[in-house]
């Protein structure tokens, strides 16, 4: 199935990788999915080490671009690389769930 927006993948401080490409690849289709309003996704993965004595981390971060709206969401590192994706997907899909909710009217009563 094609994407019915832009996705841009780039990699910081790490080779490529066709394996994280797909997987990213298919989170965002499913994200399309959810919230049909995306217009542009922007995923940038960076590997970083903080001490020598720590292992790699990777952080994801996405920009979402919905009609009017940019949404960055960066989730906290990871060892785990995939991990570190699912956690930003699972984090831009809470985010966009609220502004659909937003979009629909339906506001939270405090």
Same mark, same amino acid.
């Given at each position: $199935?094609? $994407?019915?927006?832009?996705? @841009?993948?780039?990699?910081?401080? $790490?080779?490529r990788s066709d394996a994280l490409e797909r997987?990213? @690849?298919? +989170?965002?289709?499913?994200?399309g999915k959810f919230h049909p309003a995306i217009?542009?996704?922007?995923?940038?993965?960076? %590997?970083?080490?903080?001490? %020598? %004595?720590?292992?790699?981390?990777?952080?994801?971060?996405?920009?979402?671009?919905?009609?009017? +709206?940019?949404?960055?969401?960066?989730? @906290?590192? #990871?060892?785990?690389?995939?991990?570190?994706?699912?956690?930003?997907?699972?984090?831009? *899909?809470?985010?966009?769930?609220? #502004?659909?909710?937003?979009? *629909?009217?339906?506001?939270? @009563?405090?």
């Open positions: $199935m094609t $994407m019915t927006f832009p996705i @841009q993948i780039t990699f910081h401080h $790490m080779d997987a990213i @690849q298919d +989170k965002a289709e499913k994200l217009t542009q996704l922007h995923v940038a993965v960076t %590997s970083e080490t903080r001490h %020598s %004595s720590t292992a790699r981390e990777y952080r994801v971060r996405l920009d979402v671009h919905v009609k009017n +709206k940019e949404y960055a969401v960066t989730r @906290q590192a #990871d060892e785990d690389v995939f991990v570190a994706a699912r956690d930003a997907f699972d984090a831009a *899909r809470r985010v966009l769930d609220e #502004d659909i909710d937003t979009r *629909r009217g339906f506001v939270k @009563q405090h």
